[in-house]
């Protein structure tokens, strides 16, 4: 005899949007007070949650109905804080390094001017490039995705936004390489602009 819960976990895998509409009801308090325990910051919580949900729909066909339903859902949050954690800390490692860079290196108003067209030059660089690997090159520097999760994200496989990546890099080294001096070059390559 199936369980209201095992009914809207077969429906759901069927691809029933008022199943998860209810599931949604029945975890998402739950699972919300679950992650602000561990990040502590009520908007970032809600991105994750959010994350979870999104999670959940794309996985849906592999939902084992036999199996605890709500220990799943509290997996797929722990997953998804760990990589909002992870994630959040190369951003700050990011910023960080740039901030000692930029105290190090910027010393006069000269400086300053010549490190923000430094900085327009590689943010058209950026923009020149073809709109799919923009959006992956995007995605993976500046969002601190992996490759996995951007083939995932994008229904693009593992291989082609590594393929992606490596041309937007040398496609951004070759327009930098015509405006910026040698020494900074190395600088944005250790900063991990590029």
Request: aromatic share 10%; proline share 2%.
């Amino acid at each position: 005899m199936k369980t209201e819960a095992t009914a809207f976990i077969e429906e759901l895998k069927n691809g029933d949007i008022r199943a998860y509409t209810r599931i949604y009801d029945l975890y998402h308090e739950r699972l919300y007070a679950f992650i602000l325990r561990f990040v502590k910051v009520p908007e970032l919580a809600e991105d994750i949650l959010q994350e979870v949900f999104l999670t959940l729909w794309r996985v849906r066909a592999k939902v084992d109905s036999s199996q605890s339903f709500q220990a799943y859902l509290y997996k797929i949050s722990r997953n998804c804080v760990f990589k909002a954690l992870k994630r959040n800390a190369r951003q700050q490692a990011f910023l960080e390094r740039m901030q000692s860079v930029s105290h190090l290196e910027i010393r006069s108003d000269e400086d300053h001017l010549r490190w923000k067209e430094y900085e327009s030059i590689l943010l058209k660089a950026i923009e020149h490039l073809p709109p799919q690997r923009k959006k992956v090159f995007q995605l993976c520097r500046e969002g601190g995705k992996s490759y996995d999760r951007v083939a995932e994200e994008l229904g693009i496989s593992k291989n082609t936004v590594k393929e992606h990546m490596v041309l937007a890099t040398k496609t951004i080294k070759l327009h930098l390489n015509q405006y910026i001096d040698f020494q900074l070059l190395i600088l944005l390559f250790s900063l991990s602009v590029i």
